[in-house]
């Protein structure tokens, strides 16, 4: 209360109590006693003087401490949870399996799928290398033909006789030895074959076994024989798996010994011949007839190697190993929508759901963070505030586990929002600050006072907010002139909580009366 207005008041006790006891004789005279009207209080205005000194405009908002590195998980597909690899506040490492969708038969699937991929691929390399053979034996004909020819139209030699006359000892000895090494080769892959069909139907019989346990218990992971079981299933399938390999493997020995063992046969029973003809021509000369054969052989031969190098791949084999390799990858891909791995090495910070709940596709299920580096996120900026806050912006900061301190920081990013046609991704609503505070064990989660300064003028004429008037956009002020009052426009900068620039209208010294 201001001294005028004490002073008004204590006037109005006095006549009051001056007019109480001048009415006192005339009650005694049996007069009636007039009523007093009231006084009616005039209550003066408060008043304000222009003023010169400093005038910031400024945002304090409320910020948290929060991991640079932190990053929501989700499926990229719906379905139950099945698995949760870790808990709340485990420690992870980049590429860790975190979780996992009921995936059904899809493992049992992909198993299939490779094992085709394995079948078509050897087969197509088996056919390969039968054509890289066959082009080799069409060289090693070529040069033996191109050989015989020049032989035959060498002259005779001592040493080249006596050359010839062990050579055909040799290649007796070698078609009698390829003979007998063809045949047990075959023997020796028929034999192997047989054992390994002979060992393959019990591991099928054991893997059926298992894998009708494993189909018991599979819905059933908290039941005390699940891990054994599915061990145990594991096993089996690996086993039949190289079973299975074991028989194709023995099939493709014995094929490849059988199909050797003629053309092994025939080049040494043609290099016997070749021999006997080399020793035959050294001793008898060349007949006519025999060089155009063996010019003849030449030609066949160098027919042979074009044909080889001519021949293609094989487009049907080649294009059932890509579809098949289309098939593995097409379910590998469904099986990683259904499995969720660690994006970088951290902390699990949040999860929000138990196995056997019903999760969305890319709605996040856990929350991974990496609080080796820290930042200050703020949210609820007013958007005439946000319009003006940009990178590089620099605050000052006070947390509320080190008050009385204030520590500098920096705007590195703005709110961002982003969405696919997939789906939508959560915006980024937070300014980021990076900021320094040594001395300070800050956690994430803690809270902060931002103060960000967006401008400051020194020197400037300033009044306090409830000196200026607006109406209809207008602003103004009732200035003091002696004792009368007069309104007078103005143009204002800065609008703080507590000081309002006066830009033009006014001048130091004025008084103004508040509203």
Not at 205 to 225: C, F, M, S, T, V
Not at 459 to 466: E, V
Request: proline content about 5%; overall charge negative; hydrophobic content about 40%.
């Amino acid at each position: 209360m201001s001294v005028r207005v004490r002073a008004a008041a204590a006037v109005t006790v006095a006549v009051v109590l001056l007019t109480a006891c001048s009415a006192a004789p005339q009650a005694q005279s049996g007069q009636p006693t007039p009523t007093p009207r009231p006084v009616q209080l005039q209550l003066e205005k408060p008043t304000y003087t222009v003023q010169r000194g400093t005038v910031v405009d400024e945002v304090k908002v409320s910020g948290f401490v929060a991991a640079v590195k932190q990053q929501e998980l989700s499926f990229t597909q719906s379905g139950f949870l099945k698995v949760l690899y870790v808990d709340r506040t485990d420690v992870v490492t980049e590429g860790q399996l975190l979780a996992e969708l009921d995936l059904g038969d899809l493992p049992n699937q992909l198993r299939q799928a490779e094992v085709a991929l394995e079948q078509a691929t050897l087969q197509l390399n088996r056919n390969k290398a039968q054509r890289e053979f066959a082009l080799r034996r069409a060289q090693l004909d070529l040069e033996d033909a191109q050989a015989r020819l020049r032989e035959l139209q060498a002259p005779p030699d001592p040493a080249e006789l006596a050359q010839a006359q062990t050579a055909v000892a040799q290649a007796e000895a070698n078609l009698e030895q390829t003979r007998a090494n063809a045949s047990a080769e075959k023997t020796r892959a028929e034999i192997a074959l047989r054992e390994a069909s002979n060992a393959l139907p019990p591991v099928q019989a054991a893997y059926l076994q298992a894998l009708e346990e494993w189909r018991d218990i599979e819905g059933k992971p908290n039941d005390w024989r699940y891990d054994s079981i599915r061990e145990a299933y594991l096993r089996a399938e690996a086993a039949l798996k190289s079973a299975e390999n074991a028989v194709l493997q023995a099939q493709i020995a014995y094929d490849t010994a059988r199909q050797n063992e003629g053309p092994a046969i025939r080049r040494a029973e043609a290099q016997l011949a070749e021999a006997q003809a080399r020793l035959e021509a050294l001793t008898s000369g060349p007949k006519p007839e025999e060089l155009a054969a063996a010019r003849r052989a030449v030609a066949r031969a160098e027919v042979a190697v074009q044909e080889a190098q001519q021949q293609g791949g094989d487009s049907e084999l080649e294009a059932r190993v890509a579809a098949a390799q289309l098939e593995v990858e097409r379910i590998q891909s469904q099986i990683n929508a259904g499995r969720l791995y660690a994006p970088f090495a951290g902390v699990v910070s949040e999860i929000g759901n138990r196995p056997g709940d019903a999760v969305e596709a890319y709605r996040p299920i856990m929350t991974i963070v990496d609080d080796s580096e820290l930042e200050l996120l703020v949210e609820g900026i007013t958007t005439q505030n946000a319009n003006r806050i940009g990178l590089g912006q620099e605050v000052a900061i006070t947390f509320s586990r080190a008050p009385g301190q204030t520590f500098s920081g920096v705007v590195t990013k703005l709110p961002t929002t982003a969405t696919s046609s997939a789906a939508t991704i959560n915006p980024d609503r937070a300014y980021h600050i990076d900021f320094q505070a040594p001395g300070v064990e800050l956690q994430v989660g803690d809270l902060a006072q931002v103060v960000v300064t967006l401008e400051r003028v020194e020197d400037a004429l300033w009044l306090p907010p409830q000196a200026v008037r607006a109406f209809e956009g207008r602003r103004f002020v009732v200035v003091k002139d002696g004792d009368r009052q007069r309104r007078q426009d103005v143009r204002v900068g800065i609008v703080s909580l507590d000081r309002v620039e006066i830009l033009e209208g006014l001048n130091e010294g004025d008084v103004v009366v508040g509203q």
